[in-house]
């Protein structure tokens, strides 16, 4: 990951990047750095199945995921889960903090931006109907799998695969 080369608030050109990573500006003085982006994903399980998405935009288009995407500045990462959720299939879920099942660092578009992942255990609320979820733009097709078919699937991002296997193995509604 670059670091930051003109300072983002007034685009001045920072001094050169400290050890760290970290670019000061001489006009107004702040210091940049780029840390990971956090990103939330939800695994929600039904009768013995896992929900996965198909990608429906770059990066990693048309490969599998799971539902979520990243946090907005200063937003809770449970207020995150939910909102992408419901952006993405239209429905509610509801998780805790003790639902956080996974946390992985993973590389991510053609800069490599480096990614937090959290992903969380997810419970649907209400009566959905779940067979007929179908996505929005960021989501070309939505996937029941099994633990078994897990691992032919064709995930962009291995840790969302384990994060399917942990909560199939944790048992769901
Ligand atoms: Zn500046």
């Known amino acids: 990951m ?17 050890p760290d990573g970290g670019g000061r500006c001489p006009n107004c003085e702040r210091s940049w750095y780029r840390n990971s982006s956090p990103t939330v994903g939800a695994a929600i399980v039904h009768n ?17 995921d799971v539902p979520g995407g990243f946090l907005g500045p200063g937003e809770h990462p449970l207020d995150g889960l939910r909102r ?7 429905i509610n879920v509801d998780a805790t903090v003790e639902d956080c099942i996974s946390m992985a660092i993973h590389r991510y578009g053609t800069e490599g931006d480096f ?12 009566e959905p109907s779940m067979s007929d979820l179908t996505g929005s733009d960021d989501v070309a097709e939505v996937r029941w799998v099994s633990a078994e078919e897990l691992e032919d699937l064709d995930f962009a991002w ?16």
């Not at 300072?7 to 990047?17: G, K, R």
């Not at 990614?115 to 209400?126: D, M, R, Y």
């Open 2 to 18: 670059k670091p930051f080369r003109y300072c983002p608030a007034c685009a001045t050109e920072l001094d050169a990047a400290d």
């Open 48 to 64: 013995g199945s896992a929900l996965a998405t198909v990608r429906g935009r770059e990066p990693e288009k048309g490969r599998l």
């Open 84 to 90: 992408e959720v419901k952006e993405e299939l239209g």
């Open 115 to 126: 990614v937090l992942a959290l992903g969380f255990k997810s419970s649907v609320s209400g």
């Open 158 to 173: 291995p840790h969302d695969r384990e994060l399917l296997r942990k909560a199939l193995r944790d048992g769901g509604s």
